[in-house]
């Protein structure tokens, strides 16, 4: 099955729950990013706004399950695959950019759920977190919506 008959049947099935499913569960786990499906929910006619605003506490909710798993479970298993050193040189980033860094990788293609897990493991306060992430995502997913949008007037569908 194709990424646009999945974006459509989630779309036609769910609706903006389903958006937030994907992405609450991006932002801690699963792969495939939740830009598509927000495009192809305001192209399929869901409001651009709305996408946006659900997507963004979809993945502030989910970015806090990361970055209590990072917490809870990341620490020893950073330290088993990369080394003692690399988590030094991760919690240098975190205390030099701090909220910044969750700014940028949330408005980037960057793989979010890694800055949710290493903000957990080097312990950066959920609340400075959160608004990182809010402030970094609610643009990034309001702009894709509304490429839907326009792409979806573009071509009349």
């Given at each position: 099955m194709d990424l646009y008959l999945i974006a459509q049947h989630l779309i036609?099935?769910?609706?903006?729950?389903?958006i937030f499913l994907v992405a609450f569960t991006e932002a801690f786990i699963q792969?495939?990013?939740?830009?598509?499906?927000?495009?192809?929910?305001?192209?399929?006619?869901?409001?651009?706004i709305t996408c946006?605003?659900?997507?963004?506490?979809?993945?502030?909710?989910?970015?806090?399950?990361?970055?209590?798993?990072?917490?809870?479970?990341?620490?020893?298993?950073?330290?088993?695959?990369?080394?003692?050193?690399?988590?030094?040189k991760g919690e240098k980033f975190f205390d030099k950019y701090g909220i910044w860094g969750v700014l940028?990788?949330?408005?980037?293609?960057?793989?979010?759920?890694?800055a949710a897990w290493l903000a957990g493991i080097f312990e950066m306060k959920i609340l400075y977190f959160s608004i990182g992430t809010l402030?970094?995502?609610f643009p990034r997913f309001l702009l894709i919506a509304y490429f839907g949008h326009k792409v979806a007037v573009f071509f009349g569908l």
């Open positions: 036609n099935s769910y609706g903006y729950w389903g792969p495939v990013p939740p830009d598509l499906f927000i495009i192809g929910a305001s192209a399929f006619g869901l409001d651009p946006a605003i659900v997507s963004t506490i979809g993945s502030v909710s989910g970015g806090g399950v990361g970055h209590f798993l990072g917490y809870r479970l990341g620490t020893p298993v950073f330290n088993k695959l990369f080394g003692e050193k690399y988590l030094i940028i990788a949330g408005f980037s293609p960057l793989p979010y759920k890694v402030v970094g995502r």
